[in-house]
């Protein structure tokens, strides 16, 4: 399930199953969109981007779709394994050169074998 | 070395005392970032360092914070007069585009 407020939203699935992580993004300017995956003591592992011109990228396992009408991102991970269990963060990058990531705040993920 | 390096990875200092974290990004890499994770929170950004470029410091939230970075490799990101508020972990991420950016693990200030 979800909870909202001032905890971090958080998703439980079973081994197995199809995970799906939504993200709300806020300026229409972002040219590229980007998730990443935080392992407890670690620093955020880059897993997927997508740019503003597309509305779905595939990778090994994962989907990135991008809905630009109502500003919505979500990563969907095919088979989710306990591996998978970490914190999610979306990411959106702006400008034309190089720049700031601005982060969302995050979904944890939690699988269960 | 194949990543990015911070250290030191845990640094517990006294109220008022000044610190230096460092960060060793992965050879090459033009552009280094420094974000900031409080518990249970996404990440801020606090200053970026592109080749010769001047710094984008908008990220700093007080002028407690100062970053440098020598001969366009080894960063080091100071507070001084540390504050309780300034306890959090501290991330660097260097990258050679504008999407891959790769992270180390962060050092984990706790201000006492």
């Known amino acids: 399930g979800e909870s909202v407020g001032l905890h971090l939203p958080t998703l439980s699935v079973q081994e197995g199953d199809n995970s799906i992580i939504n993200c709300a993004y806020s300026n229409s300017a972002s040219d590229y969109f980007i998730w990443y995956k935080q392992e407890s003591g670690k620093g955020p592992q880059f897993i997927i981007d997508?740019?503003?011109?597309?509305d779905k990228r595939q990778g090994q396992r994962v989907t990135v779709l991008l809905n630009k009408t109502v500003k919505h991102l979500s990563l969907q991970i095919a088979a989710t394994q306990p591996g998978d269990s970490a914190v999610y963060f979306c990411?959106?990058?702006?400008?034309?050169?190089?720049?700031?990531?601005?982060f969302g705040q995050g979904t944890i993920l939690t699988v269960h074998p | 070395g194949a990543g990015v390096s911070q250290s030191p990875s845990n640094k517990v200092t006294e109220k008022g005392k000044d610190v230096e974290l460092r960060c060793d990004p992965i050879?090459?890499?033009?552009?280094l970032y420094w974000y900031r994770q409080s518990l249970g929170q996404g990440l801020e950004f606090l200053i970026y360092?592109?080749?010769?470029?001047?710094?984008?410091k908008s990220g700093l939230p007080s002028d407690r914070f100062s970053a440098e970075r020598t001969g366009g490799s080894v960063s080091t990101l100071t507070i001084q007069r540390t504050q309780q508020e300034d306890s959090a972990v501290y991330l660097c991420a260097s990258s050679s585009d504008r999407v891959s950016y790769t992270f180390g693990s962060g050092t984990r200030l706790t201000v006492v």
């Open positions: 997508i740019r503003s011109n597309m």
């Open positions: 990411a959106e990058l702006r400008g034309t050169s190089y720049g700031k990531l601005t």
């Open positions: 050879s090459g890499h033009t552009a």
């Open positions: 360092f592109q080749g010769n470029s001047a710094p984008d």
